[in-house]
DNA sequence: CGTAGTCTTGAACCGCGTCAAGCTTGGTGG
DNA sequence: CCACCAAGCTTGACGCGGTTCAAGACTACG
């Protein structure tokens, strides 16, 4: 299976099977995550094959390699995605939100490490099944082809951060883009002073951004001495003034024309 | 429209408007392309709204930001996508060779530059009615869906390329890459001593892999020097030994279990 | 309190970027 | 046919940003 981090994943328990079945009608991202363009009239067949599984924090949800038989939605919580070299040097490749999808339809074996970072349920369908689904109802596979879509943008606009930014603009980034991502979810739209809370430890962080933890710290003292955010405890941030970071991030002002 | 890159892109001509229609049986691409799945009984469809496009060397195709009013197939040559931070720095997102899809179905602003780096022939498709053919045929949307996918593998990989490797295992990936999408265009497998002509200049290597093209120069020169490729002219490499490569890469031995 | 996990900070090192000079190749025109 | 030039590429010297190695601080939890 090659070497690994030196991370410790903590495969202790199992996932908890949830008991109880939500109703997709009550479920808080029944409009953006895959099932999002489904019809009521729908959803029975969505709440027919779903299933509910919870994560501890730091605890595997699939390892790379290895045979999954679902795929699923995050309902709450974050996950990451990870790969690494044969020496341990790892790579963080995706970072789930409640909302995102998790697992390739037609590909049954994972093909990176799955994570929780923090508490996290998943709505799991059966692979299976859920390739049916995919095949009759085009609102499902539409929205699927819509994310994917979504996702390839944002994975370009990592690469334009892993390859050519800073380690201060890659901090300034990364606050940035989480803190849009949280703004986004309470339906609230970035700017002014506003405080985030950051998913991620500093290894965690220098995993995503292709840096050393050291190095995060390092830059997120600086940006704190410069001003640019403020510390509430080691997880939140304060950001006194959203634009000003933006800037220190190297992108285009407003962050472009992508809708 | 903020600073440039100081490559020039000769945006000479306008595009060459193939006259000549390629029926769909014919296409080189035809089972590759984003119309693979499709029946021949559905390809009428398609060849009543697509038209062919020629780009020369160095020639723009879209511009980020402009209007777009078409989608397209790549059918011979290959092209690159690029987004550049104000200051000129620029990275490359997409390395686009025959049967690879250009523009997002839904978006009609370009999201990147796209580049022609050799001569290059676009079958197109105004965006409208492939809409609606997406929505229509299934065959067609399934396919694309597939596409993205693989494209979101690619781009993950490459994260892990320019967020965790050095330069000289940069440069040997590269060449990996190139010579198994050479090998797969012929339907050869990579392996033993092999051939491969390098489709990007110094410059646009470096651009993909996040280096100075200084630095791609100087790690060619080392792989040389160690016995690990041999140069023909200057964009010509053979490769004596490609398992010998892939080491130098830092990846698994055999590519992992990707189908 | 003590310990483990997480984070911060410092000092030394080095890989890659920067700046600069020169080479190779192919095309153009005298 | 050769002189000239521009584009692409190579190579060297040097400096800096980020890594590495190491020590210590903070916090949560027993």
Excluded at 149 to 177: Q, V
Aim: proline share 5%; charged share 30%.
């Amino acid at each position: 299976m090659s070497a690994q981090t030196l991370t410790q994943i903590k495969s202790s328990g199992r996932p908890a099977d949830v008991p109880v079945k939500l109703r997709c009608e009550d479920c808080p991202i029944r409009y953006r995550a895959v099932c999002a363009d489904c019809e009521d009239a729908e959803l029975p067949r969505l709440e027919e094959i779903k299933f509910y599984r919870s994560y501890e924090p730091g605890q595997a949800i699939v390892w790379g390699g290895d045979h999954m038989d679902f795929v699923a939605s995050v309902v709450t919580g974050v996950a990451t995605l990870t790969q690494t070299l044969e020496d341990g040097r790892t790579q963080m490749v995706g970072l789930l939100l409640p909302s995102d999808f998790l697992g390739r339809p037609g590909r049954d074996k994972a093909a990176y490490n799955a994570v929780a970072t923090t508490k996290v349920v998943l709505c799991c369908f059966r692979r299976k099944p859920f390739n049916d689904m995919l095949r009759d109802m085009p609102h499902l596979s539409h929205r699927l082809l819509e994310m994917t879509l979504d996702e390839l943008d944002a994975a370009r606009e990592w690469m334009l951060l892993l390859g050519r930014k800073t380690a201060r603009e890659k901090i300034a980034s990364f606050i940035a883009i989480v803190a849009r991502r949280e703004a986004a979810l309470e339906k609230r739209h970035p700017g002014g002073r506003m405080q985030v809370e950051l998913p991620l430890t500093r290894e965690a962080m220098a995993d995503y951004l292709g840096l050393t933890l050291e190095t995060v710290s390092r830059q997120v003292s600086a940006l704190k001495r410069g001003g640019i955010i403020e510390l509430v405890g080691k997880r939140n941030v304060v950001l006194p003034d959203f634009d000003r970071l933006v800037e220190e991030s190297g992108d285009d002002s407003d962050g472009g024309w992508i809708s």
